[in-house]
């Protein structure tokens, strides 16, 4: 069955650096998620992409973050400048329709802001 | 603005029924999901209902709704020690581009 594969598993990284998150998307599909999970806390969207272009935002998605599909396979999460609140389990979706019941989820990057 | 809510851990014995409740605020679902996070996994999609249906069965799982009380519950017939797991409620809102909003997960224990 066909899967979405997110690396790394787990990344630690200093607070103000730059981390990039890596998802590589069903092949076929269209539409591209970001979501991530705090620990304890709700798994919470933050972002849409679609047609190259962002189609949706949350308000945790702030100047601090951008998507990118840079070579028609991979879906990057940039984080510009890590804080600890940062911290929390990414999961990358990706779907063929812009229906959620087709989306298909990665197994998640955990980062760890120290 | 949207909210689920969902308690947070059930135990039962294997062999028994599980039973995982979810309420939900807003009007607009259009779909309503389950997904089970096993440890160390990603989110799995279990089943769904559109939003004007009342119920829907799938092998060993039903689910309910009642849009007027906006309550979802998943029922797990002869629950296994496989179904221990998080289990989250999630919906889909009109208008959006599909994305979805989770309750915090009911953490499912089955003893065996």
């Known amino acids: 069955e066909p899967e979405v594969t997110q690396t790394p598993s787990h990344q630690v990284t200093q607070m103000g650096q730059e981390v990039i998150l890596r998802c590589v998307p069903i092949?076929?599909?269209?539409?591209f998620y970001w979501y991530r999970q705090i620990l304890g806390q709700k798994v919470e969207f933050l972002v849409s992409?679609?047609?190259?272009?962002?189609?949706?935002k949350s308000e945790i998605f702030d100047d601090q973050f951008s998507v990118e599909r840079p070579d028609g396979s991979n879906f990057t999460l940039k984080i510009r400048s890590t804080k600890l609140e940062d911290s929390a389990m990414y999961f990358c979706?990706?779907?063929?329709?812009?229906?959620?019941?087709?989306?298909?989820f990665g197994s998640g990057t955990r980062l760890t802001v120290v | 603005g949207e909210d689920v809510e969902q308690s947070l851990f059930l135990s039962v014995r294997e062999g028994d029924s599980s039973v995982i409740n979810c309420t939900y605020t807003d009007s607009s679902s259009t779909y309503l999901y389950w997904y089970k996070q096993e440890p160390g996994a990603g989110l799995q999609l279990l089943t769904y209902i559109f939003s004007n249906m009342d119920m829907k069965q799938d092998q060993r799982l039903t689910v309910l709704l009642n849009k007027k009380d906006k309550h979802l519950s998943l029922r797990i017939a002869d629950t296994q020690t496989g179904d221990s797991a998080i289990y989250f409620c999630?919906?889909?809102?009109?208008?959006?581009?599909?994305?979805?909003?989770f309750g915090k997960g009911t953490k499912l224990s089955v003893k065996p």
């Open positions: 979706a990706s779907s063929p329709t812009y229906q959620a019941y087709g989306y298909t």
């Open positions: 999630a919906e889909s809102i009109e208008g959006s581009q599909g994305n979805l909003i």
């Open positions: 092949s076929n599909h269209l539409y």
């Open positions: 992409f679609y047609n190259n272009e962002i189609s949706e």
